[in-house]
Nanobody, 126 residues
Framework: QVQLVESGGGLVQPGGSLRLSCAASGFASAEYSISWFRQAPGKEREGISCISHRDSKTYYLDSVKGRFTIFRDILANKVYLQMNSLEPEDTAIYYC???????????????????WGQGTQVTVSS
């Protein structure tokens, strides 16, 4: 059974850091492109980062470039999102999701993702 489970969210002060974890089960996450999305209250869910299946090429939303880093632990079957220099605007529920299709590349369209985690809350506030 394919499953994605996020963890690592919490309350952090502006300028602080968090590391989110996306634990995959039921499939080898290294063979799929995996993205992180976030959804703030009253806003649409937006893709913020993706790591491709093969060469682990990474992509970032402009507003998080230089602050967030996506990476894999293949043995642990996890994908991480290291978030530094957090800002109040980063407050949202963060989701990881799998691009549908074995060895498919990173994509923007949300309807191309076939499995989603339940989300983890990140709150940046003093």
């Amino acid at each position: 059974q394919v499953q994605l489970v996020e963890s690592g969210g919490g309350l952090v002060q502006p300028g602080g850091s968090l590391r989110l974890s996306c634990a995959a089960s039921g499939f080898a996450s290294a063979e799929y492109s995996i993205s992180w999305f976030r959804q703030a209250p009253g806003k649409e869910r937006e893709g913020i980062s993706c790591i491709s299946h093969r060469d682990s090429k990474t992509y970032y939303l402009d507003s998080v470039k230089g602050r967030f880093t996506i990476f894999r632990d293949i043995l642990a079957n996890k994908v991480y999102l290291q978030m530094n220099s957090l800002e109040p605007e980063d407050t949202a529920i963060y989701y990881c999701a799998r691009v549908g299709g074995f060895r498919s590349t990173c994509v923007d369209q949300k309807d191309r993702y076939d499995y989603w985690g339940q989300g983890t809350q990140v709150t940046v506030s003093s």
